[in-house]
């Protein structure tokens, strides 16, 4: 991702921010120009849930450069409700202690430092609860 549309999708990510088509209901995370059910280029503004439940998960044990720091670590699929699924790594977790149908909550944190001197991004992490 370019550090010009990360930035530019810093409040909507921060916020938990989803498109949902005013035509009819679909609800996007993240925000989407067109609607794929029915075509629609209006949305509003929808506040998602910051609590979900786990629909899938693994453990990464040889991660990408960038989280070579972190292995091993967890990510998952949560459902945060109206049918929003997000993809979020499961932080401070054991992978025993993690449950399908595990409950969730987002936080956000450090995702990652692009080189020595580049851009620190944040965004969310499921925490068990």
């Known amino acids: 991702m370019s550090v010009a549309r990360y930035w530019r999708e810093i409040p909507r990510r921060y916020r938990l921010e989803a498109g ?20 629609s280029r ?16 693994t453990t990464i044990e040889v991660g990408p450069t960038e989280f070579s720091d972190q292995v091993p ?8 409700g ?11 977790a054991d992978p025993k202690d993690i449950k399908i149908g595990g409950k969730v909550k987002l936080e956000f944190r450090k995702i990652q430092q692009d080189g020595h001197a580049g851009v ?10």
């Open 42 to 57: 209006k949305f509003e503004d929808y506040r998602l849930k910051d609590t979900g439940k786990i629909v899938s998960f």
């Open 82 to 92: 109206d049918e929003v699924r997000i993809t979020a790594q499961i932080a401070d």
């Open 20 to 39: 949902k088509c005013s035509n009819c209901g679909y609800i996007a995370f993240p925000h989407r120009l067109v609607c794929p059910e029915c075509g």
């Open 120 to 129: 620190i991004k944040y965004g969310y992490k499921a925490v068990l609860v």
């Open 73 to 80: 670590y967890n990510v998952g699929i949560i459902e945060l």
